[in-house]
């Protein structure tokens, strides 16, 4: 009787193991489904991580660098082409210059000079007379228009040009050779043996001379760079103010050279 109890309790006992045992298979095997949903939770969090980074960084660097470079470099080519090519048509082909003998602006009573006329032409018998027109597109270039010369007293005053000017020279006298030898009352007869004769000096020079000779030998259709001429200002062009246009050492800074 006491085997049989004895059996019977180990029976129960052994009975009681494999429930245990067979529990804790059971807990084992819901905990798996646990890592598989971990791993998987951590696969998608790597890729919502390296998605937006790449597009991030690749799109923005190439358009910011390629399209700035090219429209910098091509713009400057074309504004340096087009002012040198206007520039060229605007200079004229010059020759040779010589002295363009400007001493006096608008006086038709003075002598031995070169005398400019913006206004009326009021030069004498005895001067050449030659009226300039400007040129178009061509600064301070001016074309000859018209001649009168006053050799042998035959020079009549001309029409000045629309923008343009008369150039009047004439050679003046040499008084003092002239009077020599007068008393200044007139009894020589001569029209200038008087006081204010006797005193007057030489205007005869060898610019003014040059000048008057050169002005007597042009054409009209001739054309001209004067330099050293300011025809608003009239200013008379020279570095020897102080001295009188037929002293000597009296000095003209204006030129005119052929256009070719």
């Not at 494999?18 to 939770?41: M, R, W």
């Not at 074309?143 to 020079?155: K, L, N, P, Q, Y």
């Not at 008379?236 to 070719?260: E, F, H, R």
Request: hydrophobic letters at 40%; a negative charge; charged letters at 20%.
């Amino acid at each position: 009787m006491k085997k049989l109890a004895f059996a019977l309790a180990m029976l129960i006992a052994l009975t009681g193991c494999l429930f245990a045992l067979a529990s804790c298979g059971e807990e084992e095997e819901s905990s798996a489904p646990a890592e598989s949903s971990a791993t998987a939770s951590e696969t998608p969090a790597a890729s919502s991580e390296e998605a937006p980074a790449a597009s991030s960084e690749e799109a923005p660097a190439e358009s910011s660098e390629e399209a700035p470079a090219e429209s910098s470099e091509e713009a400057p080519a074309t504004s340096e082409d087009e002012p040198g090519e206007a520039s060229e048509t605007d200079v004229p082909d010059i020759g040779d210059s010589v002295l363009f003998w400007v001493t006096h602006f608008n006086d038709g009573q003075v002598e031995g000079a070169g005398t400019i006329f913006t206004e009326t032409d009021e030069g004498g018998a005895w001067w050449h007379h030659v009226s300039f027109k400007p040129v178009d597109g061509m600064e301070n270039v001016f074309e000859v228009v018209e001649i009168s010369r006053g050799d042998g007293g035959a020079g009549v005053s001309l029409t000045i040009p629309e923008g343009g000017f008369v150039y009047a020279v004439n050679i003046g006298n040499n008084w003092p050779e002239l009077c020599a030898g007068l008393t200044g009352d007139g009894s020589s007869g001569l029209w200038y043996d008087d006081e204010k004769h006797l005193s007057m000096p030489n205007y005869v020079t060898v610019q003014v001379t040059d000048a008057f000779a050169w002005a007597g030998a042009l054409s009209a259709g001739q054309q001209f760079l004067i330099e050293g001429v300011d025809l608003e200002k009239k200013i008379v062009p020279t570095t020897t103010s102080d001295l009188n246009w037929y002293d000597s050492g009296y000095i003209c800074t204006a030129y005119a050279a052929a256009v070719n």
